[in-house]
């Protein structure tokens, strides 16, 4: 995955940068909130497990899938709201055609989140 | 919950069978095969976590972000085919009221995955 | 449109039928409930039609479309609850090979309307 | 953030434009084939119509929903698209609180989409 290859970068960048700002992709600041909100929703699916296990019925499993679906697109919306405060309002102030490829990379992300 | 109760009822109507399957449910084939999409789901959860605490691009992360809501659209799918296959169908050959309450409960839960 | 070639297949299949119950699928009783929701979605479609000739702003067009998938959807919710109320219960009651087609039949159309 | 300080770019553009776009809402040069797409999904409003009244197989009448709805997701999209291009990036130049406004009023339009 792409998220691996980053994970070195992060680790070696942070400490060598001049502690400016050394990552930031708009949801630095409310990491504290996302890691809680994904905590929560793993603990969802493995609750969907225990039921699976336990042989719950279908439509109580049914329902606690609808809300773990519904946590996602929360998590989702969060980020996607960071991401154009910061990474797409900074493309806009650069100018230029960054811009044009912020848009078209936030709006194809909004295409996947609508069409799953 | 509600489930557990079924679950006696399950176990008395049975009588006339050999008692191999005292709750189904519909899914109970296909338990392994569910929690094996689940822990695969878990995973993906777990790996959005890394994703943010390593700062990946908020971009990537939507994107696993929209795989996992899809995989987690088709669990639901896969489930809600079975109920049909089993619980809705039996309910139509009982007679009687049960058809309507069952064709209702699950035509709530399509809408409260459709709403998601 | 398949639609349109299903237009002629009923029109020349009622008359031959023993006029018993000349075309069902389900939905025959709420016929007039069904176009006065499509009558108000084709009535809201062309309000978008308006708002984008008058330049409305963006986001009020949006939550308009909003508004319009959401009553299609609705529509669908209640066809499908009649499908199943009457073509997968009726499959289910003859038994036989036909609810297995009926259910996967169903399951494919649900997904079709959580992937849009 | 970043945003504030490339301020006067934008400030030193707004006064030279010599008003000539009185409204504009960014999908202003699109209209015509947001007003096309439009009508096309007016007539496939109609087509259900003709398809309820013909007693057309509901599963068939389910897949011309799907589309009809996927039709409208698309239209919102290109919609979305031009707003983020013109009217965020816009608010972004100007600086300012006014980006926070549009960022947050984008988000929710997307929710709302999302949701229904």
Request: hydrophobic share 40%; net charge negative.
């Amino acid at each position: 995955m792409d998220a691996m290859t980053t994970t070195e970068a992060g680790a070696t960048a942070a400490p060598s940068e001049p502690a400016l700002e050394p990552v930031t992709h708009g949801y630095h600041k409310q990491k504290d909130e996302h890691l809680k909100r994904l905590r929560r929703i793993e603990g969802q699916i493995r609750g969907l497990q225990r039921m699976v296990d336990e042989d719950v019925y279908c439509i109580d499993i049914l329902t606690q899938v609808s809300a773990s679906t519904k946590a996602l697109q929360s998590f989702a919306l969060q980020l996607l709201e960071e991401h154009l405060r910061h990474c797409v309002a900074d493309a806009a102030v650069k100018g230029g055609e960054e811009i044009d490829a912020k848009v078209d990379e936030a709006t194809k992300a909004i295409a996947r989140l609508l069409r799953t």
